[in-house]
């Protein structure tokens, strides 16, 4: 009697259950919300639009009711602006921007450097007092400011403007870049220190190059302050030292206000600060991200 061999296993097929659908990227909600955001970036943006456009009108187009839309652009009034006496205005903004936002950079960072790392007892008094010079409105003071100038003889000079801007700029400079000193690591700090570094040489060698971007944005910021400051420079300039938005008000005459004309001269004096802007943007966008994120 032999016995039969059982019969091989079959493994059950495997059942293929079907994926569900992958879901749609986005929906109405998001949708809505970027469409939204364009639309009030529009708005904001919307004036700074309207000068340019109205730069590349005649001045009689510039002038009607409503405003024309279509027309044939033309750079007449870019050309009277610069055939003017333009350059001279902008190249004491350049002046007046330039030397206040450097000496600003080199006054605020040792401060912001020292109130960081080493800060006194009542540190958060010390920068109160800082910007609290923020808060003094300014008509309170050009009379003084004024008198004091004439009596040195500093009217109608770009570095009396030189030094009211570094003034006017240092207090924020120095809480914008004690925060980015704060965000620095504090085991970076004190590895340069055990190497033997001194502290002006962990400032300078190890601390900036890390901040970069921080000391970018600071330095930006100073710099749109200084170029549209238009309250000192109206007050204590006539020709010799007289800034971009000086030249600008002259516009404004008793004959009537040329449209065309102060829409260019605007384009022009925004352009430096839009191209450095422009320039340092990633500089920017990491400068002012800094310490938001913890």
């Given at each position: 009697?032999?016995?039969?061999?059982?019969?091989?296993?079959?493994?059950?097929?495997?059942?293929?259950?079907?994926?569900p659908a992958p879901r749609r990227r986005g929906n109405v909600g998001g949708t809505a919300l970027t469409v939204l955001t364009w639309a009030i970036a529009l708005v904001f943006v919307s004036?700074?639009?309207?000068?340019?456009?109205?730069?590349?009108?005649?001045?009689?187009?510039?002038?009607?009711?409503?405003?024309?839309?279509?027309?044939?652009?033309?750079?007449?009034?870019?050309?009277?602006?610069?055939?003017?006496?333009?350059?001279?205005?902008?190249?004491?903004?350049?002046?007046?921007?330039?030397?206040?936002?450097?000496?600003?950079?080199?006054?605020?960072?040792?401060?912001?450097?020292?109130?960081?790392?080493?800060?006194?007892?009542?540190?958060?008094?010390?920068?109160?007092?800082?910007?609290?010079?923020?808060?003094?409105?300014?008509?309170?003071?050009?009379?003084?400011?004024?008198?004091?100038?004439?009596?040195?003889?500093?009217?109608?000079?770009?570095?009396?403007?030189?030094?009211?801007?570094?003034?006017?700029?240092?207090?924020?400079?120095?809480?914008m870049l004690r925060s980015f000193f704060l965000e620095v690591p504090a085991g970076v700090v004190e590895a340069a220190r055990m190497e033997g570094a001194s502290l002006p040489r962990v400032?300078?060698?190890?601390?900036?190059?890390?901040?970069?971007?921080?000391?970018?944005?600071?330095?930006?910021?100073?710099?749109?302050?200084?170029?549209?400051?238009?309250?000192?420079?109206?007050?204590?300039?006539?020709?010799?030292?007289?800034?971009?938005?000086?030249?600008?008000?002259?516009?404004?005459?008793?004959?009537?206000l040329y449209w065309a004309q102060l829409a260019a001269a605007a384009t022009l004096a925004s352009l430096p600060i839009v191209v450095i802007g422009w320039t340092a943007q990633r500089q920017?966008?990491?400068?002012?991200?800094?310490?938001?994120?913890?």
């Amino acid at each position: 009697m032999t016995a039969t061999a059982p019969a091989p296993r079959t493994r059950p097929a495997a059942v293929h259950t079907p994926r569900p659908a992958p879901r749609r990227r986005g929906n109405v909600g998001g949708t809505a919300l970027t469409v939204l955001t364009w639309a009030i970036a529009l708005v904001f943006v919307s004036p700074a639009l309207w000068m340019v456009l109205t730069a590349f009108k005649t001045e009689g187009i510039a002038q009607t009711d409503p405003p024309t839309l279509l027309f044939q652009p033309t750079l007449d009034q870019f050309r009277n602006v610069v055939g003017s006496d333009f350059m001279p205005y902008v190249g004491n903004s350049l002046i007046a921007t330039l030397a206040s936002t450097a000496l600003v950079l080199l006054l605020g960072t040792p401060a912001a450097y020292a109130l960081s790392i080493r800060p006194v007892k009542r540190t958060k008094d010390v920068l109160f007092f800082f910007i609290s010079t923020k808060m003094l409105p300014l008509v309170a003071v050009v009379v003084p400011i004024y008198v004091a100038a004439a009596e040195v003889g500093m009217l109608d000079n770009i570095w009396t403007l030189v030094v009211l801007y570094t003034a006017m700029n240092l207090p924020i400079a120095v809480w914008m870049l004690r925060s980015f000193f704060l965000e620095v690591p504090a085991g970076v700090v004190e590895a340069a220190r055990m190497e033997g570094a001194s502290l002006p040489r962990v400032l300078w060698s190890v601390m900036l190059p890390i901040m970069a971007p921080g000391v970018a944005a600071t330095a930006l910021i100073c710099m749109i302050f200084s170029w549209n400051e238009f309250f000192f420079a109206v007050n204590l300039t006539a020709s010799q030292a007289a800034t971009v938005p000086v030249y600008l008000v002259g516009f404004i005459t008793s004959e009537g206000l040329y449209w065309a004309q102060l829409a260019a001269a605007a384009t022009l004096a925004s352009l430096p600060i839009v191209v450095i802007g422009w320039t340092a943007q990633r500089q920017l966008v990491r400068g002012l991200s800094m310490g938001a994120v913890k």
